[in-house]
């Protein structure tokens, strides 16, 4: 039996038993007054009270009951739960608003739509709206805004809120229901932010990029607005990364991008990262707008210095410019031309800025075209290697032979370095040929030192190859594996190699020479290097590069500057080998100089091995190559 039938069946017995007694008061007191009729009215009246009695200690039994249900659903819900009239007040506040705003219910209480106050400033005119068509057309609502709570932090609420009507269907209140929602608006946010944002620089990335080409294009055509798409590209920034590792790469890709937001913000441009270290900016070409002057000035924030982890980084980029709709209709087009350009910027020196021109297709296609073949080339091995000799220019013998490789391609036969070796610089295939190179090379002394014939062998390493963190791992494997003493090898860099990180290079060279390895300055006198560096460096040989030798005879300056060379190498205690001797007025020169070494076509063109072993075997000669 329920709690509120008890009470009724007892209401009901103690009313009936009231009655009883004022009956039988009635009957030993006045039965001799009245007549009996006279008292069923009093009888009847009792029986009816004790009955209203006990309906209202039910209805109130059962309202007890029902809050009691409701107070054990909203107070102890999660959800912030109000009832508010439509004056203001709050009747009722449920307990979980502390949880959610801070504030106890007594605050609510004491301050009419006190929920008013904590509505995040910049969502108080959708509250504002949700209040008018709450309170004045009484339309149920959903809505999500952010509130601030009681120490300041911003969360966002799930407001629920329905209209309460009295029984004549006029509105006396609101009841809402509140949720917190922050959890699930950083998840959304951090999903939005990954689709149209790069996660390293916070700029746009390449997916909201094409999304805003598309849209400008659209824009363009209804209102005949051309753009600028400009593809910028740092210049040697993977040297960065291989020198310094990628987390330094990284903050400085992200001080980078920092200054082109400031740009972007002042002059409305859209500015977004393409991938790696390339940045494409667009701007609208509206009247006395100028994509070069624009271009100009985001070269100009590379210009000054950046820091990460006290090194200092000089920065520079190229920049290629596609104009819609001229060059390209569609954003793959113009992203294709503008990259074409910023290549013809990397060709043409780097730090620039070239336009997009028709023939800058053809250049693009050819440069794929033989970015493929070199792929084949190395998984075919379609590389040779053909040797030059190297002579002591007083006795004339040969002494070393300097490798050099070559490209007999299936599809176009013999290709010169120069043709294919600025590609696979910049594709990074460079580090696969240049393994080639190692490996054929000692495998090619390991066969003259067979037949009794031992020269050094000298090898040409790229800067991209020497900053490998794994270059000197893979020179040791290799030397074990044709048994070839590292004292017969030399090892040719060029002054670019210097540049960066000189510790990190001048460990390396070290390593080298411990080893036992020659190390020889290719190109002398044409890069940038220090004299201070030069000094400390374990430096064998400066070979003195061809531009100088050529017009020796004629040039007062290109001999000033080859003695000067000769003599440095003579004082710092390193040979000099001059490259390019072409005639033996040259040769004889030279040799009155007092350089130790000298290559060239008058000595010797690069020959296949098969062709040098025969001249070696029968006793090599300037008389006989001459």
Known sequence: MSQATRIYFYSVLMAVSIVMVFFTIQTVFIEKIFHAQKVIVPLSLGCVLGLLVGSVQVLRARLAERNRLFSALADFALEFTYFRKISGEYEYVSPACKQLTGYEQAVFYQQPNFMNHLIHPHDMKLWGGHIHNINGEGIPE???????????????????????????????GVRSTNVDITQRKTYEQQIEFSAKYDHLTALPNRRWLMTALDERILRAGEGNENFAVMFLDLDRFKYINDTFGHAVGDVLLRQIAERFRRLDEVDELFVSRFGGDEFVIVESLREGADPIHTASRFLLLLDQPFSVNDHDFSVTGSVGIAIFPQDGETPEDLLKNADAAMYKAKREGKNNIQLYSADLAQAMSDFYHLEHLLKLAVEKDEFVLHYQPQVDLTSGSVVCVEALLRWNSRENGMIPPLQFIPVAEETGLIRAIGELVFRKACAQWRVWSDQGIRLKMAVNVSPIQFRDDNFIRQLERLLEETHMPPSELEIEITEGV???DIDKVLNKLKRLREM???????DFGTGYSSLEYLKQLPISSLKIDASFVREIQSSQRDLAIV?????????LQMLTVAE????????TLLKGIGCALGQGYFISRPLPAEALTSLLRDGFSLKAVA
């Open 563 to 571: 003695m000067t060379i000769e003599a440095l190498g003579r004082n």
């Open 142 to 172: 959903t809505i999500e805004f952010r509130i601030l709570t009681r120490d300041g932090q911003i969360r966002w609420i799930q407001h629920l809120c329905s209209t309460v009507q009295d029984e004549k269907g006029v509105t006396i």
């Open 580 to 587: 390019g001797i072409e005639e033996e007025a040259q040769y």
């Open 498 to 500: 210097l540049m960066g």
């Open 516 to 522: 036992g390895v020659s190390i020889a300055i290719d």
